[in-house]
C-alpha cells in the first residue's frame, strides 16, 4: 500500500517563509510526475509546482520566483520551499504523485497540510 504523507504547514506572517515536505512509502516501483496542490476556502484545487523524474520544474505564475520545488528520487520525497509569502498563498496544501507498484500506475494524494499567511 502506498502513501504520501505532508509535514511543515503551518501560520506565518506575510512575507515569511514556510518548507513543506512529502514522503512517499510503500511498495513503489517508481515515480513520475510529483507536485504540490492547493485549495482556498470556496476555490478548487489548483496545480503549485510539479517536478518530474528528471528534476525539470513547473511553477504556476503566481508562485514564480516565490517558490521552489525539489525532490531527493532515493528518498522518494518532495519539497516546496515557500518564500515571500503572502495572504493569498492561505490554503491547504496537497502533495501527489504519479506512482507505479508492481500492480498498476496512478495518482496519489497526501491528506493536506494547513499554510496560513496572516497579514
Known amino acids: 500500500q502506498v502513501q504520501l504523507v505532508e509535514s511543515g504547514g503551518g501560520l506565518v506572517q506575510a512575507g515569511g517563509s514556510l518548507r513543506l515536505s512529502c514522503a512517499a512509502s510503500?511498495?513503489?516501483?517508481?515515480?513520475?510526475?510529483m507536485g504540490w496542490y492547493r485549495q482556498a476556502p470556496g476555490k478548487q484545487r489548483e496545480l503549485v509546482a510539479a517536478?518530474?523524474?528528471?528534476?525539470?520544474?513547473k511553477y504556476a505564475d503566481s508562485v514564480k520566483g516565490r517558490f521552489t520545488i525539489s525532490r531527493d528520487n532515493a528518498k522518494n520525497t518532495v519539497n516546496l520551499q515557500m518564500n515571500s509569502l503572502k495572504p493569498e498563498d492561505t490554503a491547504v496544501y496537497y502533495c501527489?504523485?504519479?506512482?507505479?507498484?508492481?500492480?498498476?500506475?496512478?495518482?496519489?494524494w497526501g491528506q493536506g497540510t494547513q499554510v496560513t499567511v496572516s497579514s
Open positions: 510503500g511498495s513503489i516501483f517508481s515515480i513520475n510526475v
Open positions: 501527489n504523485a504519479e506512482i507505479r507498484t508492481v500492480a498498476a500506475q496512478r495518482l496519489y
Open positions: 517536478i518530474t523524474s528528471v528534476g525539470s520544474p
